[in-house]
């Protein structure tokens, strides 16, 4: 079973930027679709990027245009770029294997990891 790890997290300020990496243990190549989804105190896990083994992307409005996924096969893994950042923003962040409901959600499929802490401070 292919084990996800979330790096690059930590503390900045309004306005500041952020890179993300996932790191997979095994190819991510053929993988149907990787997200990245945040967990907010007091609110539920939420999809805020993902990305399609065609290289498609979808973003909530939330973070739409200034949130950037994207992958390397190469080097399995999965990349989100966040910048504008604000408080809201704030949360532990997980990447997961993702699959769409019939309704058009975003969910993980997998294991969820340790994620990685943002703080985004005014």
């Known amino acids: 079973q292919v084990q996800l790890v979330e790096s690059g997290g930590g503390l900045v300020q309004a306005g500041g930027s952020l890179r993300l990496s996932c790191a997979a243990s095994?190819?991510?190549?053929?993988?149907?679709?990787m997200g990245w989804f945040r967990k907010a105190p007091g609110k539920q896990r939420e999809l805020v990027a993902v990305?399609?083994?065609?290289?498609?992307?979808d973003y909530p409005d939330s973070v739409k245009g200034r949130f950037a996924i994207s992958k390397d096969n190469a080097k399995n893994t999965v990349y989100l770029q966040m910048n504008s950042l604000t408080p809201e923003d704030t949360g532990v962040y997980y990447c997961?294997?993702?699959?769409?409901?019939?309704?058009?959600?975003?969910?993980?499929?997998?294991?969820w990891g340790q994620g990685t802490q943002v703080t985004v401070s005014s």
């Open positions: 095994g190819s991510i190549f053929s993988i149907n679709a």
């Open positions: 990305i399609t083994r065609g290289g498609s992307t």
């Open positions: 997961n294997f993702a699959a769409r409901t019939f309704g058009g959600n975003w969910y993980g499929t997998g294991s």
